[in-house]
Antibody, heavy 117, light 110 residues
């Protein structure tokens, strides 16, 4: 069974940083693209970033370019999202998702990031 | 990248069929057939119900079907059931190797 478990969310002040993690299990992590998708409270879904299976290619949505960095450790079956210069509109539930090229197939339960002073 | 356009809300009675629409541009739908639909009941994570326009993942009832014509994709749910209630989002792969979502449709089963 595919499992994706996010962690690292919490309360952070504007301008601050946070690192999200996603522990993957139930599939061969090193063979899949992985993505992060977020959902602001009461709002719709927004794709944030994706990374190729070997980490050689990364893509981002425009609002987070230069502030967020997606990375992975295939030896640890883990995906990460380093978020810097956080703003209020980054407040959202962040989902770890398996996929990035053809389909966003499996989703974790999400971790809440709240940016507030 | 602009979001795809979905009607904010739709409703139907049990047993009826309902078709949810999703409108994009040629840069979204015109190059790839990578259109997906996600179901999100209240308080839960999204779940994939249709991928590559019309493919159904294992475990998704065949009451769910997808199609695309030009720049509009559709998700049809036939034999509507109370458990189908929730938010539905479409998504498409884009010409810039990113993903774009629609704003979501809240489906109410009357």
């Amino acid at each position: 069974e595919v499992q994706l478990v996010e962690s690292g969310g919490g309360l952070v002040q504007p301008g601050g940083s946070l690192r999200l993690s996603c522990a993957a299990s139930g599939f061969t992590f090193s063979t899949y693209w992985m993505s992060w998708v977020r959902q602001a409270p009461g709002k719709g879904l927004e794709w944030v970033a994706k990374i190729k299976n070997d980490g050689s290619e990364k893509f981002y949505v425009d609002p987070v370019k230069g502030r967020f960095t997606i990375s992975r450790d295939n030896a640890k079956n883990s995906l990460y999202l380093q978020m810097n210069s956080l703003r209020g509109d980054d407040t959202a539930v962040y989902y770890c998702v398996r996929g990035g090229e053809v389909v966003l197939r499996y989703w974790g339960q999400g971790t809440l990031v709240t940016v507030t002073s | 990248q602009s979001a795809l356009t979905q009607p904010p809300s739709m409703s139907g009675s049990p047993g009826q069929s309902v078709a949810l629409s999703c409108t994009g541009t040629s840069s979204d739908f015109g190059i790839y057939n990578r259109v997906s639909w996600y179901q999100q009941p209240p308080g839960t994570a999204p779940k994939l119900v249709i991928y590559e326009v019309s493919n159904r993942p294992s475990g998704v009832p065949d009451r769910f079907s997808g199609s695309k014509s030009g720049n509009t994709a559709s998700l049809t749910i036939s034999g509507l059931q109370a458990e189908d209630e929730g938010d539905y989002y479409c998504s498409s792969y884009t010409s810039t190797n990113t993903w774009v979502f629609g704003g979501g449709t809240k489906l109410t089963v009357l």
